[in-house]
């Protein structure tokens, strides 16, 4: 599989606007300005791909991309814990992210994107559990790396992994930047394990 191929395949609001549900996909989840559709960017070195913002709660839709094997995709979630939208806002949301998750068949694996500053929020643990429970592989990128020391960032890593010790779904730990690419070509080959499996 080639990442830098990837081309924007269509945005769905609910589960019946997504593509066909063959092949494999690897979905992107976080919190809101985590720094999930930059991630993506990086990935497929192309900055133009995912839309990225200042402003959190940018990706309201689920965003498909396609890759340069058949109906292989990667899936940019719309970020949880955005404050300033509505109740009602809210609730959708986590009913559509709810119901992908738990009926897409082609599902792979899961990226569950966080920021190294900012690791296990209480709906990041809840993804974890979740992909336990569900027994779906999950992958975690720590990023924005580039905004810490080496030292700290190392530290924040070591801790994550003491907290996640006890989750057999965690294949994948990576300390990742979107702007500095660290983490990126591990992310890549671990992405094209579970696509190609
Ligand atoms: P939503 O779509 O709102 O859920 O956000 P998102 O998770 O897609 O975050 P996005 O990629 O839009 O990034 C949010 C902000 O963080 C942007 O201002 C990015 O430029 C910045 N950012 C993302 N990744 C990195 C990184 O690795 N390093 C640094 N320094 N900034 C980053
Ligand atoms: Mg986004």
Known sequence: I?????????SA????????????EVAFAGRSNA??????????????LARTSKTPGRTRLINFFSLNREHARLVD????????????????WQKHLGQYLNQR????GLVL?????????????MMVEWCEHNK???MILATKADK??????KTAMLEIAKKLKAFSCVEHLIMFSSTSKRGVDECRSALTDWLED
Do not use: W
């Not at 609001?13 to 494999?24: N, S, T, V, W, Y």
């Not at 068949?105 to 792979?108: D, F, K, M, Y």
């Not at 810490?148 to 960032?153: P, R, S």
């Open 35 to 48: 720094g999930k559709s930059s991630a993506m960017n990086a990935i497929t070195a192309n900055g133009k």
């Open 105 to 108: 068949q082609c599902l792979r």
């Open 2 to 10: 080639s990442f830098n191929s990837a081309r924007f395949l269509i």
């Open 113 to 125: 994107v966080m920021d190294i500053r900012h690791p296990l929020t209480e709906f990041d643990q």
């Open 77 to 92: 979630l719309p970020g949880y814990g955005y404050a300033k939208v509505s109740r009602d806002m809210k609730d959708d």
């Open 13 to 24: 609001p609910r589960l019946e606007d997504c593509p066909p549900d063959i092949g494999a």
């Open 136 to 138: 779906l592989p999950l």
């Open 148 to 153: 810490l020391k080496f030292g700290q960032a």
